[in-house]
T-cell receptor
Framework: EAGVTQSPTHLIKTRGQQATLRCSPI?????VYWYQQALGLGLQFLLW???????NRGNFPPRFSGRQFPNYSSELNVNALELEDSALYLC??????????????FGPGTRLTVL | AQSVTQLGSHVSVSEGALVLLRCNYS??????LFWYVQYPNQGLQLLLK??????LVKGINGFEAEFKKSETSFHLTKPSAHMSDAAEYFC???????????????FGKGTRLSVIA
């Protein structure tokens, strides 16, 4: 079974530009989560999508946005890039179990570098 | 609000020695607890998870963790360290969320494990 995939692996942008990151969940998973892993800040929750809708949002400015497509894949957009947006962006997917534990499985990440 | 504290940002052990990585959590409801491992330049791999079925949880690669409600702890152990265990380990917590899955994971800051030959 294929795991969570993310593209691109690396992305280099300059300050002020926009970045688009993509994620394909495990087959059958309907929930997609985005996390940012920045140096010194640890892993922080960004966005959660389930069944095409945004379920929850972390403490990030509105220039971080995304969407989930009918095939449950997801896109993270970061507008007006700032130097501190440089980080590893991790996508995770889950079955969205209505009861009990709902395990998140992670992709390999996209390394975004803002110059 | 949920939070996770991992004691020790860096732990160093000798090959063959016991590995003990500490995790304490706070949560307003009985939580779900996870340990993930991250190898250099890779994503997170699930090691094990606590789902209230059993307090002692066995995971992959010989790791296990014990849930202790009275101590609000979920420490990760492995009897004998191997060189391949060198990585970053993250403890995480989530809660049930309105019958639509679980809340996003809240992570500890991670513990880097070094294994000395």
């Amino acid at each position: 079974e294929a795991g969570v995939t993310q593209s691109p692996t690396h992305l280099i942008k300059t300050r002020g530009q926009q970045a688009t990151l993509r994620c394909s969940p495990i087959s059958g998973h309907t929930s997609v989560y985005w996390y940012q892993q920045a140096l010194g800040l640890g892993l922080q929750f960004l966005l959660w999508y389930d069944e095409g809708e945004e379920r929850n949002r972390g403490n990030f400015p509105p220039r971080f946005s995304g969407r989930q497509f009918p095939n449950y894949s997801s896109e993270l957009n970061v507008n007006a890039l700032e130097l501190e947006d440089s980080a590893l962006y991790l996508c995770a997917s889950s079955l969205a179990q209505r009861q009990g534990v709902d395990t998140q499985y992670f992709g390999p990440g996209t390394r975004l570098t803002v110059l | 609000a949920q939070s996770v504290t991992q004691l020790g940002s860096h732990v160093s052990v000798s090959e063959g020695a016991l590995v003990l990585l500490r995790c304490n959590y706070s949560s307003s409801v009985p939580p779900y607890l996870f340990w993930y491992v991250q190898y250099p330049n890779q994503g997170l791999q699930l090691l094990l998870k606590y789902t209230s079925a059993a307090t002692l949880v066995k995971g992959i690669n010989g790791f296990e963790a014990e849930f202790k409600k009275s101590e609000t702890s979920f420490h990760l152990t492995k009897p004998s360290a191997h060189m391949s265990d060198a990585a970053e380990y993250f403890c995480a917590v989530s809660d049930p969320f309105r019958n639509s899955g679980n809340t996003p994971l809240v992570f500890g800051k991670g513990t880097r494990l070094s294994v000395i030959a």
